[in-house]
T-cell receptor, first 113, second 112 residues
Framework: EDQVTQSPEALRLQEGESSSLNCSYT??????LFWYRQDPGKGPEFLFT???AGEEKEKERLKATLTKKESFLHITAPKPEDSATYLC??????????????FGQGTILTVHP | SAVISQKPSRDICQRGTSLTIQCQVD?????MFWYRQQPGQSLTLIAT?????????ESGFVIDKFPISRPNLTFSTLTVSNMSPEDSSIYLC?????????FGPGTRLTVL
């Protein structure tokens, strides 16, 4: 069974204090690893898809990296508007449902000014 | 990117009633997906809705409880039937464009 574990559950940062969120996964062949941002009362907002170990993607203050067992979401010099829940999800290769993503519980990020 | 809209955005319903949630996508897609996010939990796939065929349900979800329609390539509905308080959740519509998967804003359902 595919599993995704995110840590920490909650992270409080001061504005400008860089840090990383972790996503550990177990999947029977990885087709893709997804990162989302979710604000309260809203649906998940797509950030990145990573496909293979060693891959990195960046968007503004966010950088996602992937190894064979985990992914990191690095946040550089965060601002209060980066406060949100960050979700990690995996899609297994060869699955019967093309859109079946297995999600982690999320990391609640709070950035204080 | 894709735009996915849902109606209603929220509702409060009585036990034993049913609610139909609508999902509209701004471009044609082959597959649409329905997810559930229970309070304090992460997202779980309910079913995949293909146009022109029966929906495919994940383990633990059945058609009698969550009937789905997919009349065309831009629209789908999910009905939550014979509701109980345990059905209180956020229900999200989703679709794929290439290797990017987008989600709608969600429907927050409270069952009393």
């Amino acid at each position: 069974e595919d599993q995704v574990t995110q840590s920490p559950e909650a992270l409080r940062l001061q504005e400008g204090e860089s840090s990383s969120l972790n996503c550990s996964y177990t999947v029977s062949g990885l087709r893709g690893l997804f990162w989302y941002r979710q604000d309260p009362g809203k649906g998940p907002e797509f950030l990145f898809t990573l496909y293979s170990a060693g891959e990195e993607k960046e968007k503004e203050r966010l950088k996602a990296t992937l190894t064979k067992k985990e992914s990191f979401l690095h946040i550089t010099a965060p601002k209060p508007e980066d406060s949100a829940t960050y979700l990690c999800a995996v899609q297994a290769a060869g699955g019967t449902s093309y859109g079946k993503l297995t999600f982690g519980q999320g990391t609640i990020l709070t950035v204080h000014p | 990117s894709a735009v996915i809209s849902q109606k209603p955005s929220r509702d409060i319903c009585q036990r034993g009633t049913s609610l139909t949630i609508q999902c509209q996508v701004d471009s044609q897609v082959t597959m649409m997906f329905w997810y559930r996010q229970q309070p304090g939990q992460s997202l779980t796939l309910i079913a995949t809705a293909n146009q022109g065929s029966e929906a495919t349900y994940e383990s633990g979800f059945v058609i009698d409880k969550f009937p789905i329609s997919r009349p065309n390539l831009t629209f789908s509905t999910l009905t939550v039937s014979n509701m109980s308080p345990e059905d209180s959740s956020i229900y999200l519509c989703s679709s794929r464009w290439g290797d990017t998967q987008y989600f709608g804003p969600g429907t927050r359902l409270t069952v009393l």
